[in-house]
């Protein structure tokens, strides 16, 4: 019972991660559920999302203020972690850069079969096959 | 596949009749050599009830079945990691393992051995400006694979006519308000290319900007009016030579031991705008590329070239 509630306190108190926890669900749903293509990358976007915001407050240290230097004052007690910053910038790029491979994918995919949902999708796919080539 | 399946009346007659669920597709499914095995088997089991309700049937159960499959394994993703979260350290704690003797000597030693005000700057520009270098590759990556998917300047012009497009710069508020905005937005695009090392921002985000501004004249004056002023060769040039200078700024350290990143240029007075080093040109370098990068994205996928 008291390791229950331990349980629950920590997640009271972790409350950043555990938005970005449901942030990242949220976004797999879409993408396990969503029968359209766009709003597969969409949902791949959201838990990108979800991704920052988890390393971002990760690197959160309470009462410290961001890490540029004022006023030649460089002990760390006065700034937050700046690493977890770099990796979220890291990450964003790819996830621009993924989103637009995979939405000029969805162009051309749109553009010959004329649908973008999936099960259409899968059964023209397969008509063709048996059809005509 | 198919290169025209409109131009196709065979195939496209096929599509409607499936649409409007009056085709038969058990014989299909039943013809070997083209069908994982477990649906042929599992239609040629029910032979005597060959009909479009058994197969739409076995449809609907394999929605169903992958349903269920796909809410267990997102319950499943989300309780484990919410018992990973109850187990991190607390939020803001000055004492959890990721504060450790990296970060400190980030901020403590940074300023110093970079000059740059900006710690994160001088991380991923001066320690870390391998990775930085392999992310502005990756968005070159990108923007070479969606030219190769996108490009339609040599074939099939007929596309980009067919749909229609509202011709923004009429309009007295919006070209108005535009022709005040762009040039601030690239004015604050430069400068927080030029203040990355000093305070928030640097060449991702300042390249970000730079690239909505773009983007925003391409938009209100027309995409034909964008690429006669940027044209393709005028960016193809931009972003090569700022990856070939990212690149040859940094490839010196191969040659001392690729572990020592001390700069040509000396930092200089922290603080100042001509300052540390070679941060202020790389930040300009990654602005430039990543908002050429932008520019491409938005002109691939509105006109199919640049």
Redesign the interface.
């Given at each position: 019972m008291t390791a229950l509630l331990t349980y629950c306190t920590n997640l009271f108190n972790n409350y950043e991660e555990v938005v970005a926890v449901i942030l990242f669900s949220i976004g797999f749903c879409i993408l396990l559920f969503s029968r359209n293509l766009i709003k597969k990358v969409v949902g791949l976007d959201i838990m990108d999302t979800g991704v920052f915001l988890l390393l971002a407050s990760r690197g959160y240290i309470e009462g410290r203020s961001v890490p540029i230097i004022v006023d030649g004052v460089t002990s760390m007690e006065n700034y937050i972690n700046p690493i977890p910053a770099g990796l979220v910038l890291t990450g964003i790029v790819v996830s621009v850069s993924v989103s637009a491979l995979m939405l000029s994918l969805t162009v051309r995919i749109y553009r010959t079969y004329r649908t973008l949902d999936v099960d259409a999708l899968y059964m023209m796919m397969s008509v063709s096959k048996g059809g005509k080539r | 596949?198919?290169?025209k399946?409109?131009l196709?009346p065979?195939?496209s007659s096929?599509?409607t009749l499936?649409?409007n669920g009056q085709i038969d597709?058990t014989g299909?499914l039943r013809?070997p050599g083209?069908?994982d095995p477990a649906s042929v088997k599992s239609v040629e089991k029910y032979r005597p009830r060959r009909d479009r309700s058994a197969f739409s049937h076995y449809?609907q159960k394999s929605?169903h079945l992958y349903?269920i499959l796909?809410t267990v394994?997102?319950v499943f993703?989300?309780c484990l990691?919410?018992m990973t979260?109850?187990?991190?350290p607390?939020?803001?704690?000055?004492n959890?393992p990721?504060?450790n003797e990296?970060?400190?000597r980030?901020?403590?030693?940074?300023?110093?051995e970079t000059g740059a005000?900006?710690?994160?700057a001088g991380?991923?520009l001066d320690y870390?400006a391998f990775?930085t270098l392999g992310?502005s590759f990756?968005?070159f990556?990108?923007v070479c694979?969606?030219t190769i998917?996108?490009n339609l300047s040599s074939k099939r012009q007929h596309?980009k006519h067919t749909k229609e497009s509202i011709n923004y710069a009429d309009d007295m508020i919006v070209r108005g308000v535009c022709r005040f905005l762009v040039p601030l937005i690239m004015v604050f695009g430069i400068y927080i290319l030029l203040n990355g090392h000093?305070?928030?921002g640097g060449g991702?985000s300042g390249g970000a900007v730079l690239g909505a501004g773009l983007i925003i004249y391409a938009m209100v004056w027309g995409e034909e009016q964008a690429s006669r002023i940027i044209s393709a060769r005028l960016i193809k040039t931009v972003v090569l030579c700022s990856l070939g200078f990212y690149c040859v700024a940094k490839s010196y350290s191969f040659f001392t031991g690729a572990n020592h990143l001390h700069s040509i240029i000396s930092p200089g007075t922290?603080g100042r705008i001509l300052s540390a080093g070679l941060i202020l040109p790389l930040n300009v370098a990654v602005g430039f590329v990543v908002c050429c990068t932008m520019y491409s994205?938005y002109m691939?996928?509105r006109r199919g070239k640049l």
């Open positions: - | 596949m198919l290169d399946p409109k196709d065979e195939f096929i599509w499936w649409k597709l299909s013809s083209h069908q449809v929605n349903n796909a394994l997102c993703f989300a990691m919410l979260v109850a187990n991190l607390l939020y803001g704690d000055p959890a990721t504060v990296v970060a400190e980030y901020v403590e030693k940074g300023t110093e005000v900006n710690t994160v991380m991923i870390r990775d992310e990756v968005l990556t990108s694979a969606v998917l996108m596309v000093l305070s928030p991702f922290p994205f691939f996928f």
